[in-house]
């Protein structure tokens, strides 16, 4: 569950998936490609070296068209990948 917590760490990996860590300590890798279909603000950053550019802003993951992702989303799938890789007992 997302407590409004803020994105402390953000870094470009590969293609379009990033490192982005919380200040509560959940961290991982999350790929933002679908956001390309997502209207015009996204579309321009099909050019990857513009996607490159990702930052925080305001606890956000912000990027050089304007566009942000909401945290809450970021943290729901960065925790629902985790919780697919914990064993099942």
């Given at each position: 569950m997302w ?52 930052r925080i ?33």
């Open positions: 407590n409004m917590n803020d994105i402390i760490r953000v870094r470009h990996v590969r293609d379009y998936v990033c490192y982005v860590e919380f200040d509560d300590g959940l961290s991982g890798e999350v790929d933002l490609a679908a956001y390309l279909d997502k209207g015009p603000v996204f579309a321009a950053l099909a050019d990857i070296e513009l996607f490159k550019q990702v802003e305001g606890g956000t993951i912000s990027l050089p068209t304007g566009a942000d992702i909401a945290p809450e989303r970021v943290y729901e799938m960065i925790h629902s990948a985790s919780a697919s890789l914990q064993p099942m007992r």
